[in-house]
């Protein structure tokens, strides 16, 4: 299972883009990169995910090296209701590889600043 | 549209004693998950259902823990002799397919359980 890792904590100034980085080294060739976040005293909250080639939608970008080993969640003009964790997870999937369970790390606590 | 409803919001129970939380998933979605929370650390996987069976349990701590799906929508998790290190927020998910390509999940707001 490939296993990721984040920084503990960001600071990002409000209407600044944030970058949040994920390292995920041994990632395998078909396994997506998830993005989710939880506001304090909510559930996580799907942003983004990906394979291969950069992703963007409403929320976010998300940008996967060419290698797959690292990518990067950038927020374009964050906002102070972005402050949240961030958690970068690799799926683990069942065997014929569709149906899957995230695994949460501890992920990357980001504080938008006024 | 509706999200993933979970009730109750806030649970306190006694030591010893059997508690039960309910999921209602989003309509139509054929993967539940279960999942348990414990203050500053991520969530931690319980349970996984597809459609009306588990399809991985792997995660529940004992045999006190015990979850059901049995029409493949709402679902109860069931916690029999409750001890204080049961006390975490417990969160719901579902997602449509439960298939990694294109089905997140989508968590409710968790049930905060609190053992005295």
């Known amino acids: 299972d490939a296993k990721t890792t984040q920084p503990p904590s960001m600071d990002c100034a409000e209407g600044r883009a944030a970058n949040l980085p994920c390292n995920h080294s041994?990632?395998?060739?078909?396994?997506?990169v998830y993005w989710y976040r939880q506001i304090h005293s909510q559930g996580p909250q799907y942003i983004i995910h990906?394979?291969?080639n950069n992703e963007t939608n409403e929320m976010a970008s998300l940008i996967i090296t060419e290698d797959r080993k690292s990518s990067t969640l950038i927020l374009p003009h964050a906002t102070l209701r972005d402050t949240a964790v961030y958690y970068c997870?690799?799926?683990?999937?069942?065997?014929?590889?569709?149906?899957?369970?995230?695994?949460f790390g501890k992920g990357t606590l980001l504080t938008v600043n006024p | 549209g509706a999200g993933v409803s979970q009730t109750p919001s806030n649970k306190v129970t006694e030591k010893g004693k059997y508690v039960e939380l309910r999921c209602d998933p989003i309509?139509?979605?054929?993967?539940l998950y279960w999942y348990r929370q414990s203050l500053g650390q991520g969530p931690e996987f319980l349970i996984y259902?597809?459609?009306?069976?588990?399809?991985?349990d792997s995660g529940l701590p004992n045999d006190r823990f015990f979850a059901v799906r049995p029409e493949g929508s709402v679902s109860t998790l069931k916690i029999q002799r409750t001890e204080r290190g049961d006390s975490a927020v417990y969160l719901c998910?579902?997602?449509?397919?439960?298939?990694?390509?294109?089905?997140?999940?989508?968590f409710g707001n968790g049930t905060r359980l609190t053992v005295t």
């Open positions: 998910a579902s997602s449509l397919t439960g298939t990694v390509y294109n089905s997140p999940l989508h």
């Open positions: 041994t990632i395998s060739g078909n396994e997506y």
């Open positions: 990906g394979l291969k």
């Open positions: 997870i690799v799926p683990v999937t069942y065997s014929g590889g569709s149906n899957y369970k995230l695994t």
């Open positions: 309509s139509g979605h054929t993967a």
């Open positions: 259902f597809q459609g009306t069976g588990a399809a991985d």
